[in-house]
């Protein structure tokens, strides 16, 4: 199937393409253009719109069946005014990637059906009928997207305030650890460690909400330093120490030392770290396991093709075609496998598949991972075996050490 991006914005480039990529067994034919260039041919259009751009006056039933349209809210009449009778998709911008999926799924099996004969629409219906019933439902859904963005901001207004008295009680609680109000006994300078871990916790659970929530409305490029990625993995590791104690858990540890600089925002990437190691804790058993390993890899980032299951060691390409473009990270555990069908779905915002083995632990933890690896220009994604999970994030080494070219050029 043929898809053409209509917009020079390459973040909405970059969520386009890995949104087609996670469609399972599906081969698309994806390329992007500039607006004012001439109108591309494809068999799905999207359209990032802005009042300025070309469009037609009208279009045919066949023709609003190919398009998607990219609007923000605030030019919605504009879009309007351009297109006053077209029953098209529109998608307001910011664009959540489930929506997207879901458009691209319908047009997708509008494109199939076509393709096999048997989409056409029932001819009991009258042009007129059929019209009033799209305008209807396209109606509905903007309404429904626009009272998605407002909650939206609601719960982003109402995080951020819950985040204040977090910090203030993670303060107090080190004041009396560090005895500047008085001397501590050992059991209670235990219960306040444990209260200081719980609050810190919280701390990073309102953190990782508020950061979905304002995500796609914020576009905020990580501070690209160069930064050691094995502090990271010791700095999380010092964080879910405590559970991993209590579940008497065995860590291993082992990674070999990147083959350039990495650069990367280290607050960001020691969240991911411990998101993925808080969840291995959360769901090995007592006295299981969990593996921890880093190393060069070479990442096809143009397909996301990645190893599978039980690779565990450096990719073989990076031998024998080219040299290891990026650095690896994965975190095994012996607890419940992942269902196969829910591999692709796990990393969903607010998304989960029911049951105490559910690892999506409601899509915030697993969603925040993807959003912080995705900023770096890199992928998270998740395996299993049957026995045990793995989930593994790679940072690239030439797209980060360019973006600090680039600055660099740009402050100068």
Known sequence: MKVRLVSTDHQLHELCRQTLAAFPGREWDFAASAPNSPWPEGDLLIWDFNPDMSLPHELDFK???????????????????????????TLLKPVNRAALRTFLEHAMARYEAHKSGAGAVSRELSRSDRDEMLQCLLHANLKLQEYDQDRTN??????????????????????????????????????????????????????????????????????????????????ALHEVAPAAQEKHLDISVLVTCPSRTLYFEAAQIEQVLMNLLDNACKFTPKHGSIEIRGYPFFWERRSLRINGWGAGQPDRRADTLREPNAFRVEVRDSGPGIPAERLDKIFEEYTSYAGGRDRSGGGLGLAICRMAVNAHQGHVWAESNGEGAAFSFVIPFLRAEQAIRARAAEAS
């Open 154 to 235: 609601f719960l982003a207004r109402a995080v951020h305030d819950f985040r204040t008295p977090l910090s203030a009680l993670n303060g107090y609680s080190g004041l009396l650890l560090g005895q500047q109000l008085g001397p501590l006994t050992g059991q209670q300078a235990e219960v306040l460690q444990r209260m200081q871990h719980s609050i810190k916790r919280l701390s990073r659970m309102a953190t990782a909400m508020f950061q979905l929530s304002v995500g796609n409305h914020v576009q905020n490029a990580p501070d690209l330093q160069p930064a050691d990625i094995e502090a990271c993995i010791d700095q």
């Open 63 to 89: 023709e609003e069946q190919k398009n998607i349209f990219l609007v923000q809210r605030k030019q919605l009449g504009a879009f309007r005014d351009r297109l006053p009778l077209a029953a098209v998709a």
